[in-house]
């Protein structure tokens, strides 16, 4: 597995390094055959650290954590508990799905937008219905089933996903619900 550790503003040494590797290398290795690749960051907000981690499987699932500790290694540990977690409420269905699936997931290309939001003391009628775009990037959408894409977007931790759905070839949309239930859109 590759690991690509860093620090935002931080220095990470070789001791929190090799740390990282063993310790997040034994909780993926528990649970998943092949995973691909793992990025954790490091960075402070105010009097504590942030640790991210996002660790690519080879089914083409993305899991991802992330942990706040006043000590830098206490926030890795955290964040390395729910990736645990994660993996193992999701480690049968990683497997059942990883059986089925000979080929990684597809991933197909689409333009993502931010907009710029409203001034909320703005009472006057905007100049034109035309959005101001903040930022154009470059986003995949996997081709899954519906339930490949529920366990995405809890894995990733996402209140949306956009899917291609892998039996009807149309785009899908799973979200979270006020409720706490799955919404599925199938246009």
């Known amino acids: 597995m590759r690991y690509q550790i860093s620090g935002k503003q931080i220095d990470i040494g070789a001791a ?13 290795s528990k649970y998943a055959q092949r995973p691909t690749d793992a990025h954790v ?19 083409g699932l993305t899991a991802q954590a992330k942990a706040h500790a006043t000590e830098i290694y206490a926030a890795f540990d955290g964040c390395c508990e729910k990736m645990d977690k994660q993996l ?9 799905h990883h059986k089925d699936r000979a080929e990684p997931v597809e991933l197909f290309g689409a333009s993502s937008y931010i907009l710029a939001s409203e001034e909320p003391d703005a009472q006057s009628e905007p100049d034109s219905l ?15 089933s519906v339930g490949e894409a ?17 039996s ?11 409720d706490g239930n799955i919404g599925w859109i199938d246009p």
Do not use: W
Not at 41 to 59: D, M, P
Not at 130 to 144: D, W
């Open 150 to 166: 529920v366990m995405q977007m809890e894995l990733a931790g996402a209140p949306v996903l956009v899917f291609r759905n892998e």
């Open 41 to 59: 960051v490091f960075s402070r907000s105010a009097h504590e650290y942030v640790c991210e981690a996002t660790v690519h499987l080879s089914t």
């Open 88 to 96: 193992r409420r999701y480690k049968r269905r990683l497997k059942d």
């Open 168 to 178: 009807k070839d149309g785009l899908n949309v799973v979200y979270r619900r006020e």
């Open 16 to 28: 929190l390094q090799s740390h990282v590797q063993t310790e997040l290398g034994e909780v993926v």
């Open 130 to 144: 035309q959005p101001m775009i903040v930022a154009e990037m470059e986003t995949k959408i996997p081709s899954l």
